[in-house]
């Protein structure tokens, strides 16, 4: 048998069906990006129907490789966070066109496929101390869940305490509210797929009460040539900054990656004597879908933590990983269902919320905020850092700020006490970059 020979069932204790109800336990947990990502990135003057294209198709030939090369069950998609970033920080904060930010991520992807191949990776990922990289996620998903409350009218902006609480009796304030207590009750219950009926759940009721407009359910796929190899690669020694930019979206992706591929390890049991033994080649597809998602027209794609789901019922090789991108090139047919959950509703001419949306970037968020006890709150040259890497990712409005804020501090606060030897040259070496760019900006 063909399936046998290509993933080793038997050996592993799975079976073809297995393989099948895990894969669409992955999709059913993940395909809420579908309806995010193009709502997300059109706020940077991307076409959506492009950006869905892009991001289904990006996904699935990532996953594909995934599950050929290493024979993992694990899924890749465009990363939550790393698209706000995207959009709110490199579009809107530095005031780059999309086709400049792609070119940005393309970069990005090419340096950390290098580097998988060489394996300097390990030098990079080890040169930042544990409790900033927790709290760089940590402070991505403050800022998420912050975006996904501004676009539910929750918050507001405020000309004396800059921000404020909404009208919560408005009808699109209540209809994100609801949508959030129908998400949290069903993960609440275990009820796989929560994230993506909840979104399903929100957008019946902003159809009910006229906040989104019906446009169908299926259509053929839109045409992706909007963002096709639409990239400009930037000069990015003219502006000084950018090189903090692609720092930024390379760390960020790699972190992850190796964070969500050993703890997939762990949950699955693929871990050798503490390792991945195909980890290299994990990476190297990780890096080759984040080059492949920007020549598409999508943002970073990166591994999905929430490939744990699927290993959860089962699946214990890249057949499961097949099933996945197979349903993901499957769900291109429902476009016109994509347009209705992406939906913005105008309140003014400078305001506009998305009530489908925006439960799901809260609640993403917030589930970012569970590596809080992995940091060492009782050594203050390691919490202070960690606490202005998160406080300053959503007040500042950008990953960028937060990043460098906390290893300036840790440098500082390291060399002051002492300790500077506990830290590598590396973090030196970028707290001085970052000085430096903030000295430029004056």
Known sequence: MILEKLFELKKTGTSVRRELVAGFTNF??????????????????MDSGAVMVATCVSSAIATFFMAFLTNYPVVLAP?????????????????????????????SGMLFFILSFVGIREAVMNAIPHSLQNAIAIGIGLFIAFIGLQMSGVIISHPATYITRGDLLSTPVLLSLFGIAVTLALMARKVKGAIL????VAAVANLVFGIAKYEGIAAPPPSISPTLFKLEIPNIFAKLELISVIFVFFSIDMFDSIGT???????????????????????????????????????????????????????????????TGIFMLLSLVFYPLVKIVGGGYAISQ???????????????????????????WEDLTESVPAFLTMIMMPLSFSITDGIGFGLISLAFL??????????????YYFALFFIACYIGDL
């Open 28 to 45: 059913m947990t993940i395909s809420y990006i579908i309806f995010v990502q193009p709502a997300l990135l059109s706020i940077a003057g």
């Open 79 to 107: 990363g939550m966070g790393l698209n706000a970033y995207f959009v709110f920080d490199v579009c809107q904060g530095a005031g780059l066109p999309w086709q400049q930010a792609l070119g940005i991520v393309f970069i």
């Open 197 to 200: 009926i909840g979104i399903l």
């Open 261 to 323: 591929l050993t703890a997939i390890g762990y949950r699955a049991e693929l871990l050798e004597e503490g390792k991945l033994a195909k980890a290299r080649r994990a990476l190297i597809t990780d890096a080759g879908g984040t080059v492949g998602g920007a020549l598409l027209g999508t943002s970073t794609v990166t591994c999905y933590i929430e490939s744990a789901t699927g290993i959860t019922v089962g699946g214990r090789t890249g057949l499961t990983a097949v099933f």
């Open 350 to 376: 400078t305001t506009t919320l998305y009530p489908i949306i925006a439960p799901a970037l809260i609640v993403v968020g917030g589930l970012m905020l569970r590596n809080l006890s992995q940091i060492d």
């Open 414 to 427: 390291k060399l002051v006490t002492g300790r500077g030897k506990e830290v590598n040259p590396i973090v």
